[in-house]
């Protein structure tokens, strides 16, 4: 008896481990299958509404201390606008398989407007997990980035993005956004925006969205844009909507529209002078509605950015 106490006080801990590492496995492997079942899931849903999905056979490593799945030659296409991903890795722990986070590494293409663009951002990350009131949360972080094509070059000091269902079943995808050091480079011309905090809800089949802007704040040098208000989305027509909104300093508005290309010159400088006059008259800030109609957008009753219409490339 002794010597059977012995021999288990010997081998008892080996057998424990291994059968705790049996275990621990079985749970790995199945964190695999379902990380394969949810993206095959994925694929066939995503084939129903239009967008394809392609990618090579899931790989899964990292037994026993993660779970990590690696797809090579990820992309997402719909119509003529197409996403690549030399590799995404999906990792995910094996006891929490509802919460996944997603990175690319290697290349990434962005094809997009006729516009074909690399995407460097070895930071990016985005995650998915489920929520009870919402059936589930987004989340899209990165440090320094940047995007470029043949003529612009796209540079972003950091972003967080929050994407969900309403909450309680109510319409629509709630978002939040915070953008900062944003910065374009053309070939004769450039503009930079130090931030941009937004608020909103999207709702609306995909023929008229609606964006109700909970609030916006962007600051571009020493000017500071708030709003708030409802912009409509029609499939075939002209965005249009009323913004209520307070700038304060908003000389340099209108310059950098000019310099995104959405305002010519002369215009740029007849609504720099008169927004200047108007700040003056009210103290350092406008509080007027900015109007989005037929193709404008104006601050006051004064132009000072020109979109492109729908059926503009």
């Known amino acids: 008896m002794k010597a059977l106490a012995g021999r288990w006080f010997l081998y008892g801990p080996f057998i424990a481990v291994g059968v705790i590492l049996a275990a621990w496995f079985m749970l790995w492997r199945s964190g695999a299958a379902l990380m394969r079942d949810s993206l095959d899931e994925f694929e066939a849903t995503q084939k129903a509404e239009g967008t394809i999905v392609a990618y090579e056979p899931l790989s899964a490593r990292g037994f026993p201390f993660y779970l990590r799945g690696a797809v090579q030659n990820f992309s997402v296409a719909r119509g003529d606008d197409r996403y690549q991903c030399a590799k995404l890795f999906i990792d995910a722990l094996p006891y929490a398989p509802d919460r996944i986070i997603f990175s690319c590494a290697g290349d990434q293409l962005l094809s997009a407007a006729g516009e074909v663009w690399t995407i460097n951002a070895k930071d990016a990350r985005a995650s998915v997990e489920r929520d009870d009131k919402r059936g589930w949360l987004a989340k899209i972080e990165t440090g320094k980035a940047s995007a470029f094509n043949n003529d612009i070059e796209a540079t972003l000091g950091g972003a967080i993005i929050n994407i969900a269902p309403g909450a309680d079943g109510a319409e629509g995808v709630d978002a939040t956004m915070r953008l900062t050091d944003i910065g374009v480079t053309r070939p004769a011309s450039g503009y930079a925006v130090d931030r941009i905090d937004a608020a909103a809800t999207v709702s609306g089949a995909a023929g008229r969205r609606i964006v109700r802007l909970h609030g916006l704040e962007a600051v571009i040098g020493d000017t ?82 020109r979109l492109k219409s729908a059926g503009q490339p």
């Open 224 to 305: 500071n844009l708030k709003a708030e208000g409802e912009i409509e989305f029609p499939s075939h027509e002209d965005a249009r909507g009323r913004l209520n909104a307070r700038v304060e300093k908003p000389a340099g508005l209108a310059q950098t529209f000019s310099d995104a290309g959405l305002l010519g010159d002369k215009d740029a400088k007849t609504a720099e002078a008169a927004l200047a006059m108007l700040a003056v008259a009210s103290g350092g800030a406008i509080a007027a509605p900015i109007d989005i109609e037929n193709g404008e957008v104006r601050l006051a009753g004064l132009k000072i950015a």
